[in-house]
T-cell receptor, first 116, second 114 residues
Framework: DAGVTQSPTHLIKTRGQQVTLRCSPISGHKSVSWYQQVLGQGPQFIFQYYEKEERGRGNFPDRFSARQFPNYSSELNVNALLLGDSALYLC???????????????FGEGSRLTVL | QQQVKQSPQSLIVQKGGISIINCAYE??????FPWYQQFPGKGPALLIAIRPDVSEKKEGRFTISFNKSAKQFSLHIMDSQPGDSATYFC?????????????FGKGTKLSVIP
């Protein structure tokens, strides 16, 4: 079975540009979350979506936005890119709005964004 | 935002030895205390998790010890193997107001040498 898939895997942007990252959850999973992982740090929560509605938002500026589609896939958009936005962006899915029985999030391999 | 402090930042262990990673947190309203393992170029994957009403959980060579009064939990890897070389993250799992999120520690890079 396919896990969480993300695209693109790598991309390079310049300051001020905009980027869109895409995520397809595990089949049957209805909740998608986004995390930012700066090099050498743990992932940091950005958003959670369930049934196309935003369920949670982390401490990120309004330049970050996301949405979830009827097929439960999701996009993360970042506007007006800054050098500090360079990171690995991870998408994770769960069957419902809460964690799986063990509290598990199922992560994809991420999209590595470099801002020059 | 909930805080979790993880130590050490890096750890070198000989094959067959015991790897110990510690985490301390500041608050108590959590559902699970999971540990995630991340290999280079991969996303984190759940290794083992413990509920706050349990003091210890063992799965194979991996054991979580949880001290609720001290607000600390630790991961022990017995008989460490070179294939265990990865970055390990402790996390706090929180469900509230209809959302679910993890707060991660900064990670411990484990190197197991033959």
């Amino acid at each position: 079975d396919a896990g969480v898939t993300q695209s693109p895997t790598h991309l390079i942007k310049t300051r001020g540009q905009q980027v869109t990252l895409r995520c397809s959850p595990i089949s049957g999973h209805k909740s998608v979350s986004w995390y930012q992982q700066v090099l050498g740090q743990g992932p940091q929560f950005i958003f959670q979506y369930y049934e196309k509605e935003e369920r949670g938002r982390g401490n990120f500026p309004d330049r970050f936005s996301a949405r979830q589609f009827p097929n439960y896939s999701s996009e993360l958009n970042v506007n007006a890119l800054l050098l500090g936005d360079s990171a690995l962006y991870l998408c994770a899915s769960t069957p419902g709005p809460q964690g799986a029985n063990t509290g598990e999030l199922f992560f994809g391999e991420g999209s590595r964004l470099t801002v020059l | 935002q909930q805080q979790v402090k993880q130590s050490p930042q890096s750890l070198i262990v000989q094959k067959g030895g015991i790897s110990i990673i510690n985490c301390a947190y500041e608050n108590t309203a959590f559902d699970y205390f999971p540990w995630y393992q991340q290999f280079p170029g991969k996303g984190p994957a759940l290794l083992i998790a413990i509920r706050p009403d349990v003091s210890e959980k063992k799965e194979g060579r991996f054991t979580i010890s949880f001290n609720k009064s001290a607000k600390q939990f630790s991961l022990h890897i017995m008989d460490s193997q070179p294939g265990d070389s990865a970055t390990y993250f402790c996390a706090l799992s929180y469900s509230g107001a209809g959302s679910y999120q993890l707060t991660f520690g900064k990670g411990t890079k484990l190197s197991v040498i033959p």
